[in-house]
């Protein structure tokens, strides 16, 4: 594991959790695409997390949220944490692209978009915490020559 960073479930936190990932992943050299793909993950979970994960299940209670970073050859992991309410993103419908945006409810377009940048995606229940685990496919030195 390359670091863990835990704030408070706050919308003002989210960008605190973002500027710390962004100066990890620079100082280990990863590229700016990849980087921009943890900024989105990273705001789709933790917005989601804090507006309906809360204790009570409708955003109502104050949780932490994790994030732990790995890299292991040519894979970026990202483990998301939270001690909200029961979710798991990977069982929602995607969402129909090919209807009128008018006619298309609000919300699920950042999950479809989270599934369709990852390479892996795992969630499990443990311990009362739901836990997301989001692998990228990352430029190594071997697979740029």
């Known amino acids: 594991m390359l670091i ?3 704030v408070p479930g706050e919308h003002a936190r989210v960008e ?3 500027t710390s990932l962004e100066a990890v992943l620079t100082r280990h050299g990863i590229d700016a695409g990849v980087r921009g793909d943890v ?3 990273v705001e789709e979970l933790a917005s989601n997390a804090i507006a309906y994960g809360g204790v009570d299940g409708n955003g109502m209670g ?3 949220l994790s994030v732990n970073i790995a890299i292991a050859g040519d894979l970026l992991t990202l483990e998301f944490r939270d001690e909200g309410a029961p979710f798991d993103p990977l069982s929602t419908a995607p969402p ?3 209807a009128d945006i008018m006619d298309r ?3 699920g377009l950042g ?4 599934r369709q940048i990852a390479e892996e995606t795992h969630y499990r229940r443990i311990d009362d915490a739901n836990l997301l685990r989001v692998c ?5 030195p071997e697979t740029l020559s």
């Open 62 to 64: 104050q949780h932490e």
């Open 4 to 6: 863990r960073l835990i």
């Open 39 to 41: 900024r989105l993950i």
């Open 136 to 140: 990228l496919r990352i430029a190594t």
């Open 16 to 18: 605190d959790l973002n």
């Open 111 to 114: 999950l479809y978009l989270i």
């Open 96 to 98: 129909n692209l090919e």
């Open 105 to 107: 409810p609000i919300g």
